[in-house]
């Protein structure tokens, strides 16, 4: 009987957590949402969220464009089909890469650094405090920070494929000796907007909303001690990179399963 | 963290975002030519159509002028009907024009490669919905393997 008890505690305790999860988002973007006020304090999380995560995304989009570019050139000039190279990149990027690689930044990055503040606020009472003076912390604290990383996500994505490219045409152009013409044109008779550029946009912006939602959550719903904040820091990035990697593999293929 | 500050690197980022946007837009994307300019739309039987697929490039001489709109199976004499859409660009083309299936390379992917037949008196410019009549099948090379050992065998 104590199994069965605990594999009932283990599932209700879940379900509860979801379902405070579901709470606090609907609390702080659906019920009475107010974009105007939000906008000043949006923009400075978007300044802490997205720009302070510019760095790490740049240099790690340059460094898998050019490290693709490198190993791709090794298997391709056995074929001779070297000028296949731009689309390779291309296509890894715009359509994997770009969005599973900034996501997983992003959650150590970003993610992490929401739960942490959040959770501190929590644990000084400040979160209290707010609540005395009568502003809703959902709406004052989280949401402004919940819609920073869904504008931010999708835009550090962007950035991420472009420089990919860019650090892909440096090693196989410049480097490798790949035609530059060969290397663009191919590339732009395989890549589509709509197919490519557009779900890999759609890919971050779902893998955007995943994060922070975790990131807030566990925030939120920490143990205001310096173990429970740690723990829920932990908790962040170990579950919104699995949820980025589960839901890739979903929604690759619904975008390009079936044909 | 002053606010003014956040607000002007909050705007270099958004405006960095564009400008990357911007970069796929234009140099990685291709520029299709049904989105753009004004296409018409000509059809070709095949008895084989080998891997071609929709999308793939209709060229004249190696110039790109179109793309393969479908790929369809005749009902009625279980042919495949290739469906292509041209610029409008090239409209000129006359009624004795031939398609035929081609390989871009060794292993490359396949193409509609398009000759223009010749202009003679009395012969019209293909224009919208026109079927191409003469049409040469893609190279199967499994059939072309196939004949070779049966002529070995002879």
Aim: negative net charge; hydrophobic residues 50%.
């Amino acid at each position: 009987m104590n199994w069965l008890a605990s594999i009932g505690k283990v599932t209700i305790g879940k379900l509860s957590s979801f379902g405070r999860a579901t709470l606090m988002l609907f609390g702080a973007i659906v019920a009475k949402p107010q974009f105007i006020k939000n906008v000043p304090l949006t923009i400075k999380q978007i300044y802490a969220v997205g720009v302070q995560s510019l760095l790490i995304v740049v240099v790690s989009g340059l460094f898998i464009g050019m490290v693709m570019a490198l190993q791709g050139y090794t298997i391709l000039v056995g074929y001779g089909a070297e000028g296949s190279l731009g689309p390779m990149v291309a296509l890894s990027l715009l359509r994997e890469l770009g969005p599973v690689v900034t996501a997983l930044l992003f959650a150590g990055r970003a993610g992490s650094a929401l739960t942490a503040e959040i959770g501190l606020m929590k644990a000084t009472e400040q979160l209290s405090s707010l609540e005395m003076m009568a502003v809703d912390p959902l709406r004052r604290i989280i949401a402004p920070r919940f819609w920073a990383g869904m504008i931010s996500m999708p835009m550090l994505a962007i950035i991420f494929s472009a420089v990919g490219i860019l650090g892909g045409h440096v090693v196989g152009v410049d480097w490798l000796g790949v035609d530059s013409g060969s290397y663009w044109s191919i590339m732009q008779s395989t890549v589509d907007w709509d197919k490519d550029v557009v779900n890999g946009i759609i890919k971050s912006i779902v893998f955007g909303f995943v994060i922070v939602w975790i990131a807030t959550y566990k925030g939120y719903d920490s143990i205001p001690t310096s173990e429970g904040i740690s723990k829920a820091t932990t908790e962040t990035v170990v579950y919104s990179s699995l949820a980025v990697l589960g839901l890739d593999f979903v929604l690759t293929a619904l975008m390009f399963g079936i044909e | 963290m002053n606010s003014r500050k956040a607000e002007i690197l909050v705007g270099g980022f958004v405006v960095l975002a564009f400008a990357a946007g911007l970069m796929l837009a234009l140099k990685v994307v291709n520029q299709n030519m049904s989105g753009q300019s004004e296409t018409y739309t000509l059809n070709a039987k095949f008895d084989n159509i080998g891997g071609l697929k929709v999308r793939s490039a209709v060229k004249v001489g190696g110039v790109t002028v179109g793309r393969v709109d479908s790929i369809t199976l005749s009902p009625k004499d279980f042919t495949p009907v290739v469906s292509m859409s041209i610029s409008k660009e090239y409209d000129q083309f006359p009624e004795t024009s031939s398609v035929s299936i081609l390989t871009s390379g060794l292993l490359g992917e396949q193409y509609v490669g398009f000759q223009p037949g010749f202009e003679i008196e009395g012969i019209e410019n293909l224009s919208e919905g026109d079927y191409i009549e003469d049409t040469k099948s893609a190279l199967v090379l499994e059939d072309l393997i196939g004949q070779f050992l049966f002529s070995k065998g002879q």
